[in-house]
């Protein structure tokens, strides 16, 4: 069994009106709702931070020779025509 901690989010009357609406909708409860959405924004967040460091390398590497490997390019855009 995995431990779980209680967070305490204050909500807006709208927010809470629509999360109890589609609690009730879906027959599950308002925080297991709560929870994935949470779960789904923090792996999300996790995806474009990663997006951007790798990013961030790339400017700042290109053109150095930290930059991509010109015969690992050829021999990859070589791999990819064969696959066609």
């Known amino acids: 069994m995995t431990l779980k901690k209680n967070f305490h989010v204050p909500l807006s009357e709208e927010v809470y009106g629509k999360l109890r609406q589609q609690a009730k909708k879906s027959k599950k409860p308002a925080t297991e709702i709560a929870r994935a959405a949470i779960e789904h924004w923090l792996a999300e967040k996790e995806k474009r931070d990663l997006h951007n460091e790798i990013k961030k ?12 490997d010109d015969s690992l390019q050829e021999a990859t855009i070589q791999f990819l025509i064969k696959e066609e």
């Open 57 to 68: 390398y790339a400017q700042a590497n290109a053109g150095t020779e930290h930059d991509l």
